[in-house]
């Protein structure tokens, strides 16, 4: 079956380091990934889509990889701050109109 | 400029009766979709509608009805609402047919006694 997996539940981190999120997924042929933010009691945040045919993806201090043969994209935070702190959704679409979502990853840096 | 609007914000229930949530969307989209979301968990698809007139069923779609307005307005009726369906229940909107660039709204908070 088709699965979505997302990286510890939850993620600690100093101020200034820098975070790593994974997303897994298996029995998917995705034709792009997003990442989304998610803060409490908040509707999720659009942050970056990377297509299958893409290896990298950089927006400000955040960047995305994927990996097809893998199966795993991995969402970077670099000189991570307080404000990050949030939860972060990975999506899959394989090209149908119906993104699928991963549990998400909470991350919490710490001053 | 509002983006995606729910419509309520909360609301509680009694197992039985009905409801309807109602979505609106300013930026001229052409897909939108209701998902919901459990605690701790991602989001899961109830509904969906590629264009004006078109509907189609996601991945949790039972004891659900949808309606495409119009290309604005996206609305999720619950028929007899179970204590099952509580949830957050989220609308969203993306420009063309796929789902890329989600733009959601701010979420109902429902929950079924």
């Known amino acids: 079956s088709q699965k979505i997996e997302q990286n510890s539940e939850a993620l600690n981190i100093q101020e200034g380091k820098t975070a790593t999120l994974t997303c897994n997924y298996t029995?998917?042929?995705?034709?792009?990934l997003q990442w989304y933010r998610q803060d409490p009691g908040r509707g999720p945040v659009f942050l970056l889509l990377?297509?299958?045919?893409?290896k990298e993806k950089r927006k400000e201090r955040l960047k995305v990889t994927f990996d097809t043969t893998l199966k795993q994209s991995l969402f970077h935070i670099t000189a991570s701050q307080p404000a990050d702190s949030a939860t972060y959704l990975c999506?899959?679409?394989?090209?149908?109109?119906?993104?699928?979502f991963g549990d998400g990853t909470t991350l919490t840096v710490k001053p | 400029n509002a983006g995606v609007t729910q419509t309520p914000k909360f609301q509680v229930l009694k197992t039985g009766q009905s409801m309807t949530l109602q979505c609106a969307q300013d930026m001229n989209h052409n897909s939108m979709y209701w998902y919901r979301q459990d605690p701790g968990m991602g989001l899961r698809l109830i509904y969906y509608s590629a264009s004006e007139g078109t509907t189609d069923k996601g991945e949790v779609p039972n004891g659900y009805n949808v309606s495409r307005l119009n290309k604005r307005e996206f609305s999720l009726r619950l028929e007899s609402a179970a204590p099952s369906q509580t949830s957050v229940y989220f609308c969203?909107?993306?420009?063309?047919?796929?789902?890329?660039?989600?733009?959601f709204g701010s979420g109902t908070q429902l929950s079924v006694l």
């Open positions: 029995n998917y042929s995705p034709a792009y």
């Open positions: 999506a899959l679409d394989p090209d149908s109109g119906k993104s699928t």
């Open positions: 990377i297509r299958e045919n893409e």
């Open positions: 969203a909107s993306s420009e063309g047919t796929s789902s890329e660039k989600l733009f």
